[in-house]
């Protein structure tokens, strides 16, 4: 079975620009999460997809934003890069809220 | 708020005990428990749910206590493999839009 898959591995862009970012979750999993990892603040949750709903969103500006398609697939979306956006961005599949969340390797994205 | 960890990091012998905590301020509805390997996403490792459970599988094992919200994760007899940072990972009772909420992680090193 497929794991999660992320692309692009490696970003680097420039302050001012927007990025946008691609999850494939596994086969029947039809809850996507993203999280947002630094050095300092550790995994911080960015939002939860669930059948092409947000159903849960943490505490980030209205500059972060995504959404869900059909086949579960999932995109998130950062307008307006600032130099501290830079970090690992991780997706996580599961079945559902309470259920094991499986990561993806992550895009790491650098502000330059 | 994010769940407090304790100890922020420990170095370990090979075959050596480790207990790590995860403690919150707000009444918890589970636990998740991660483990991240440098360079690579989190894995799984368990999940407990309000009602003073534990779980284990192998040499891990994990309780919960509900009326101090708080979790504890056991590695006994630790093997190299063990090294890395843990995550405690918590949602929260009360619904809410909150996703699952991550403590700064435990850096676990085991020495042979």
């Known amino acids: 079975k497929a794991g999660v898959t992320q692309t692009p591995r490696y970003l680097i862009k420039t302050r001012g620009q927007q990025v946008t970012l691609s999850c494939s979750p596994i086969?029947?999993?039809?809850?996507v999460s993203w999280y947002q990892q630094t050095p300092g603040q550790g995994l911080q949750f960015l939002f939860e997809y669930f059948s092409e709903t947000q159903r849960n969103k943490g505490n980030f500006p209205g500059r972060f934003s995504g959404r869900q398609f059909s086949n579960s697939r999932s995109e998130m979306n950062v307008s307006t890069l600032e130099l501290g956006d830079s970090a690992l961005y991780l997706c996580a599949s599961s079945l559902g809220r309470n259920q094991p969340q499986h990561f993806g390797d992550g895009t790491r994205l650098s502000i330059l | 708020q994010q769940p407090v960890q304790s100890p922020q990091a420990v170095i370990l012998r090979e075959g050596e005990d480790a207990v790590i905590n995860c403690s919150s301020s707000k009444a918890l509805y589970s636990v998740h428990w991660y483990r991240q390997k440098h360079g690579e996403a989190p894995i799984f490792l368990m999940i407990l749910l309000k009602g003073g459970e534990q779980k284990g599988h192998d040499k891990i094992s994990a309780s919960f206590n509900e009326k101090k919200q708080q979790s504890s994760l056991y590695l006994t007899a630790s093997q190299l493999s063990y090294s890395g940072t843990y995550f405690c990972g918590t949602l929260y009772s009360g619904g809410g839009a909150d996703g699952l909420t991550f403590g700064k992680g435990t850096h676990l090193i085991i020495q042979p």
């Open positions: 086969s029947g999993h039809r809850s």
